[in-house]
């Protein structure tokens, strides 16, 4: 898999979902090297906190193949997924989770705590990037030109091994 690729497209949408002023996070699932979803955040645009990049990808992909289980897809995301996000991937069975930035307030990969570790059903395999300078960078342009200065950071510390 051509795991640049599938960010940089999580990265278009996730600059969409900045100009339309949200939060720019975006998302695509893949199966057997084809996109069967695709989700940006649109928390603001529809006023509805479920409204995460994660989500409405689960949603997409879950309507193109007429099936809740995810089996085989790897899912790329430009920020590290928060707990709700975490469930949803639990939940539609997702084999792979690749994110760009951490979120040391809200991710559930490693930054607060690692949701795929607890005794669920399923853990999906987590790998950090590819991109992920260009994930933390679209966030800090997003914040500082919404309040003149960053509200978001990359994180101070290097990532853990996952």
């Known amino acids: 898999m051509d795991h640049q690729y599938y960010m940089g497209l999580a990265l278009e949408l996730a600059r969409q979902a900045a100009a339309e002023g949200d939060v720019p996070v975006g998302c695509v699932i893949v199966k057997d090297g084809q996109v069967i979803g695709r989700g940006r955040n649109r928390r603001e645009e529809r006023g509805d906190a479920t409204a995460h990049a994660e989500l409405e990808a689960i949603r997409d992909a879950c309507a193109r193949t007429g099936s809740w289980r995810l089996h085989g897809c790897t899912l790329y995301v430009t920020l590290e997924p928060c707990p709700m996000c975490a469930g949803g991937i639990i939940n539609a069975r997702i084999d792979a989770i690749r994110y760009g930035a951490r979120d040391e307030k809200a991710g559930c990969c490693a930054s607060v705590l690692n949701l795929f570790e607890e005794r669920f059903?399923?853990?999906?395999?987590?790998?950090?990037?590819?991109?992920?300078?260009?994930?933390?960078?679209?966030?800090?342009?997003?914040?500082?030109?919404?309040?003149?200065?960053?509200?978001?950071?990359?994180?101070?510390?290097?990532?853990?091994?996952?």
């Open 121 to 162: 059903n399923h853990r999906p395999r987590i790998y950090q990037g590819p991109l992920e300078q260009e994930c933390e960078a679209v966030l800090q342009d997003f914040f500082e030109s919404l309040r003149g200065k960053p509200d978001w950071a990359p994180p101070s510390k290097p990532p853990k091994k996952i």
